[in-house]
């Protein structure tokens, strides 16, 4: 006993005398204290590579950049050794997963990764890092050395670098000389946008399944390199509360195994240990579930590691030092603290298991390839699907690294889950069907995202309790309990290569499908190339075409005659869009091409309101499809600068969701005189509350109907007596956490042409009523959501309500659009309706 104290007192020592003299600690380097600065993103990665350069067992490496250019790095830490020997463990490590062929050397390592700054305003995470860098690579915790010959720790200091500078500046710019604890003071009430986001705005930590930002993009892709066996991701939440660790809280998804299950209760345990014995609060089991994919923790448990959120009290607003309700000063050293125990709590419980770590986790790919879990054993995904939406399914799984491949058993008749009339029915396989197999690495995770309502062990959600994905891209896709086997050659996908022939046509006629068509119309409008659509179906040259294909003649081009073959072939190219071309304007059936039933396509000047009163998210979502997806030019304009624009400029304004009530005036006057709003989510109280719109007198319609017939509950009635443990509950029945219901479309719109007759969204909150003097076009007539939950009071109020509608006012137009229809930019069918009404 006394031997192994002394031996270990003399490695503490002998380490701390080499290493630790002559690397310095982030105090030395950064010529103050940490905790009593906000440390600029540049100055964290200085130090991080100044560790790179004089330690032995840490490496940085770059693996890209933010929004707005600054580095994403990581740093693996582990001994000398370990570190040389990294590409053998890498290699072993995926080969066991089956993601890569080859043969293993034998030797696994498990990979322990360690993320914070997920959310740029949570600032203590990057402070947190800097600290447990030194701590390892100077060895002065307990342990750390075996620690660091058993394991390879992967640490990302800042996730978000935009952010975190944002949340930074902004505090170095508000906060008094000696920090102000007074929770009033400017330092702790930063403005809009909130620096929890990234530069579009995007929650990242939102985003991990869908990875539509470049952030999440290039870490995931780096992850994917690695495959860890343990993620943990730091956050901040509310200054009142204490710590959360694991366990997580109910639902857990049912693909989380038992043993990632037991590894959460001893990762509470090892917290749990060292944070009584600093006799610091926390809790666990609260809050933070492990259900909806789109985090950094239900994520790398569904890609088999073991995923964790780890959340200190402080968040956005706690500063350097904060004063709380119970008269506590909370401090961002104490703040430091938090994360630095929980990062020692997570590498100890690791080693600890390391064994244990790496056998289940190749027993969990093993079983996804051979006893795949889910009920549904094969998913097929109709190749008549629109090409573009199925180009970005395609990109979804490449990323998610889940196979697929042509099917099999063409020509056969199953019994299968059809998806878009959310049912059982049958399915006849045909050429260029797209077969999902169950049997695979990533099998968990086909469950995850293609089961066609997710199981919660609980309604109480943190977040989507739906997300099943032929809903959200509207796909035709069907599930089959039966293993069908892949065709032996991979998917070739057509490449569109239109050519200039030796006659110049009437008119190039494209049928319109989908995104890729929009994305052509917007390219036409900054080369200015006018272009028509077809309001009815038509057929020309015993070609048919549908509602919303787009017409470029020559006629309407004259301006640009000597470029005009030229430019429609060159645009309709990169947009990957089969051009038809035809000699007469003269329809065999339907309208001819140069009828009032053919208008023209409007290339409309856009303005998307930003700013105070503005949801964020909703913002970031449109602003990021302009200039990200569609490539079309948009200007954001600040509601603070609002009163000084004269939006008669813009031919479209469009509303995130937000308040209004400042604007209205203004807003009013804009459509009354000619103007084009676009209205999203709470925007469109703006106009439920005018007297003169015919929304404001729908809504008193149906008020007046609700209380005509509204059960009166007597003043005795036992009923009422509720107990206060069950409000919570209790408020559920009255909303939808995030479920999916079917829309109905009136196809005869030009605003859904391209979605079909019927469309699914992602629905938060209860619908407008119909409009009696305005047009209807998209709503609800069901009252059960196709996935998800949904209270039972929200249910009775959702059927029959509103979802798409507009109406004219003045000689102006109003469009509502009542719920995101392109969530967090995953939904991809969204895209559609969102172009259709800025183009048409
Ligand atoms: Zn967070």
């Not at 192994?4 to 007192?9: E, G, H, S, Y």
Request: glycine residues 8%.
């Amino acid at each position: 006993m006394r031997r192994i104290l002394f031996t270990a007192i003399f490695s503490v020592f002998f380490v701390v005398a080499s290493d630790s003299q002559t690397i310095k600690s982030p105090d030395e380097f950064l010529g103050y204290e940490l905790g009593t600065r906000f440390t600029f993103h540049h100055k964290a990665v200085e130090y991080f590579k100044y560790i790179s350069d004089v330690s032995s067992m840490a490496d940085y490496r770059e693996y890209g950049y933010s929004y707005e250019g600054r580095p994403l790095g990581v740093c693996f830490v582990s001994s000398e050794k370990n570190l040389k020997n990294l590409e053998e463990y890498r290699k072993n490590n995926l080969i066991k997963t089956g993601l890569v062929k080859g043969e293993s050397s034998g030797k696994q390592v498990p990979f322990i990764w360690l993320g914070y700054n997920i959310h740029g305003n949570e600032s203590v995470g990057l402070e947190a890092a800097m600290k447990t860098l030194f701590t390892l690579v100077a060895s002065t915790y307990q342990g750390a050395d075996e620690w660091l010959k058993s394991c390879i720790i992967i640490i990302d200091p800042c996730q978000n670098p935009d952010g975190r500078d944002l949340y930074a500046n902004r505090y170095r710019t508000s906060r008094n000389t000696i920090p102000d604890p007074d929770k009033n003071s400017w330092e702790h009430n930063q403005e809009w946008p909130s620096a929890r986001l990234n530069h579009y705005l995007f929650d990242l930590n939102r985003d991990w399944t869908w990875q539509t930002q470049i952030e999440t993009q290039q870490r995931i892709e780096l992850y994917n390199r690695y495959m860890p066996h343990v993620f943990a991701d730091f956050h901040e939440m509310g200054t009142e509360s204490t710590f959360f660790f694991a366990p997580g809280a109910e639902p857990w998804h049912e693909v989380i195994t038992p043993w990632q299950r037991e590894f959460n209760e001893l990762m509470g345990k090892s917290n749990a240990e060292l944070f009584d014995s600093k006799s610091k609060l926390y809790f666990t089991k609260e809050n933070y579930d492990l259900f909806c994919p789109s985090f950094g923790d239900t994520w790398p448990l569904f890609n088999g590691a073991m995923g964790f959120t780890f959340e200190q009290g402080g968040g956005g607003v706690s500063g350097l030092a904060y004063k709380k309700e119970s008269g506590d000063t909370l401090t961002l050293k104490e703040r430091i603290d938090g994360h630095f125990t929980a990062s020692m709590a997570t590498l100890k419980v690791s080693y600890e298991n390391s064994e244990k770590l790496i056998s289940e986790f190749n027993r969990f790919f093993e079983e996804n390839e051979k006893r795949p879990p889910f009920s549904y054993k094969s998913i097929i995904i109709k190749g008549s699907n629109d090409k573009s939406i199925l180009g970005s399914l395609f990109q979804l799984l490449d990323r998610n690294q889940i196979r697929y491949g042509p099917a099999g058993s063409l020509g056969k008749k199953f019994k299968a889950f059809d998806y878009a009339a959310n049912k059982e029915g049958e399915l006849t396989i045909e050429k260029d069907d797209i077969l999902i197999s169950a049997y695979q690495p990533q099998s968990r995770f086909v469950q995850v995202l293609f089961e066609p309502d997710s199981k919660a062990s609980d309604s109480l959600s943190y977040d989507l309790t739906a997300w099943s994905i032929p809903y959200a891209y509207n796909l035709k896709a069907y599930a089959l309990a039966d293993q069908i086997k892949h065709e032996e050659e991979n998917i070739e996908s057509e490449k569109v290569t239109n050519t200039i022939g030796p006659d110049k046509p009437y008119a190039y006629i494209i049928n319109y499908y989908g995104f890729s068509e929009i994305k052509l119309i917007a390219a036409l409008h900054k080369k200015n190339i006018k272009s028509r659509y077809s309001v009815k179906p038509f057929s020309i040259n015993g070609i048919d075409f549908n509602r919303g294909s787009v017409i470029i003649t020559r006629g309407d081009n004259q301006l640009n005659e000597n470029k005009f073959d030229e430019i429609v072939t060159d645009e309709a190219n990169k947009c990957q869009v089969k051009l038809i071309q035809v000699k007469t304007g003269l329809s065999d059936s339907g309208k001819d091409l140069g009828s009032a039933y053919s208008p023209l396509m409007k290339k409309n000047s856009i303005a998307l309101l930003c700013g105070e009163g503005t949801s964020s998210g909703s913002v970031g979502e449109l602003w990021y499809l302009f200039e990200r997806e569609l490539e079309y030019p948009v200007t954001l304009i600040n509601t603070a600068n609002a009163e000084r624009v004269d939006f008669r400029d813009y031919d479209v304004l469009i509303l995130p969701s937000g308040s209004y009530s400042r604007l209205k005036d203004t807003i009013m006057d804009y459509v009354k005189k000619g103007g084009k709003v676009i209205a999203f989510e709470n925007a469109i109280s703006v106009f439920a509350t005018e007297k003169t719109t015919a929304l404001f007198k729908a809504v008193e319609k149906r008020n007046t109907e609700l209380k005509a017939t509204e059960k009166k509950v007597k003043s005795d009635d036992p009923s009422l007596l509720k107990k206060f443990e069950d409000e919570r509950r209790q408020a559920l029945s009255e909303r939808s956490a995030r479920s999916i219901y079917k829309v109905n479309l009136d196809e005869t719109h030009p605003y859904v042409f391209g979605l079909g007759i019927e469309w699914f969204i992602m629905k938060r909150t209860a619908g407008y009523p119909f409009l009696d003097k305005g047009r209807n076009i998209g709503y609800i007539t069901e009252k059960d959501p196709v996935a998800g939950f949904a209270g039972y009071k929200f249910r009775d109020k959702i059927k029959n309500t509103l979802v798409i509608g507009s109406e004219n006012i003045g000689s102006g137009e109003v469009v509502y659009i009542t719920d995101d229809p392109y969530l967090r930019a995953f939904w991809k069918s969204g895209r559609i309706l969102l172009g259709n009404v800025v183009f048409r």
